[in-house]
T-cell receptor, first 113, second 112 residues
Framework: ETGVTQSPTHLIKTRGQQVTLRCSSQ?????VSWYQQALGQGPQFIFQ???????GRGNFPPRFSGLQFPNYSSELNVNALELDDSALYLC????????????FGPGTRLLVL | GQQVMQIPQYQHVQEGEDFTTYCNSSTTLSNIQWYKQRPGGHPVFLIQLVKSGEVKKQKRLTFQFGEAKKNSSLHITATQTTDVGTYFCAGRYGGSQGNLIFGKGTKLSVKP
């Protein structure tokens, strides 16, 4: 086990709704990255948080937003859900933004109907 | 845009056979990482390669980074059923804090 936890494990939403996913990083890790993994694809980088600030963003629209808290846990918020948002959402924690070694959590599987 | 191509998409082998997956980028990478994802699981970090021409070994796994830092390979010798899963490479552009771009992965199945 990596020590990275995510909640919930599964979620079903309808198009247009909003969702919040949560991630607790491994102890001592101040950096959290979020990824979207569609079925049969590799993870796609959404954004990274380092010490409560966004520290890099992939090619995702502004309706994907995040937060990092003083204890370094993190949230991913997605507004105005679309069918294509159905995917496995992974968070990964690391000791620092250089991310030599990332430890992934088990993921949240989101289904948008 | 930056893209990491990975082949093959699928590989079916008999237990004991060797397996290789390849990654290629059109532009120079800062470094490349390899991950393994078991069915229904999450990616697990295997290794990072940084230097041109670097070769690293982990038991039956051999990782190589090309001289031009545009390609990489993972070779498994004498596969076992425990090697089943999807292997991803992830290339980093623009320095040590650049974003990681994952390939689509190679799904390995091993017939006992």
């Amino acid at each position: 086990e990596t020590g990275v936890t995510q909640s919930p494990t599964h979620l079903i939403k309808t198009r247009g709704q909003q969702v919040t996913l949560r991630c607790s990083s491994q102890s001592g890790h101040n950096t959290v990255s979020w990824y979207q993994q569609a079925l049969g694809q590799g993870p796609q980088f959404i954004f990274q948080y380092y010490r409560e600030e966004e520290n890099g963003r992939g090619n995702f629209p502004p309706r994907f937003s995040g937060l990092q808290f003083p204890n370094y846990s993190s949230e991913l918020n997605v507004n105005a859900l679309e069918l294509d948002d159905s995917a496995l959402y992974l968070c990964a924690s690391s000791l620092n933004p250089a991310r030599e070694t990332q430890y992934f959590g088990p993921g949240t599987r989101l289904l948008v109907l | 845009g930056q893209q990491v191509m990975q082949i093959p998409q699928y590989q079916h082998v008999q237990e004991g056979e060797d397996f290789t997956t390849y990654c290629n980028s059109s532009t120079t990478l800062s470094n490349i990482q390899w991950y393994k994802q078991r069915p229904g699981g999450h990616p697990v970090f295997l290794i990072q390669l940084v230097k041109s021409g670097e070769v690293k070994k982990q038991k039956r796994l051999t990782f190589q980074f090309g001289e031009a830092k545009k390609n990489s390979s993972l070779h498994i010798t004498a596969t076992q059923t425990t090697d089943v899963g999807t292997y991803f490479c992830a290339g980093r552009y623009g320095g040590s804090q650049g974003n990681l771009i994952f390939g689509k992965g190679t799904k390995l199945s091993v017939k006992p």
